[in-house]
């Protein structure tokens, strides 16, 4: 069903990742933490995700931000080879 795999996407284990931060009103930088999410899916790896009726921010950042998600990021990337 991916027609096409954002430029910055993370591809590991066979998985797709973005780089996305929640929308709305951010009043610092240092809140900006982006999540990896799976395009089309709402939930980022770290089990976060938007509010309801928010979303995630457009466009993708260029680096996945979340000690979270890098954590489970790295896990995957450790643990199973794709076959
Ligand atoms: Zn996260």
Redesign the pocket.
């Known amino acids: 069903m991916l027609e096409s795999v954002p430029e910055d996407a993370v591809v590991l284990a066979g998985r797709v990742f973005v780089a996305l931060r929640k929308s709305g009103h951010v009043s610092s930088s240092r809140s900006r933490?982006f999540?990896?999410v799976t395009p089309y899916c709402r939930m980022?790896?770290?089990a976060?995700e938007p509010g309801p009726g928010s979303h995630w921010a457009e466009p993708p950042g260029q680096q996945i931000t979340?000690s979270?998600?890098l954590r489970r990021l790295a896990r995957l990337g450790n643990g199973r080879r794709a076959a």
């Open positions: 933490v999540h990896a980022s790896l770290c976060d979340c979270a998600c």
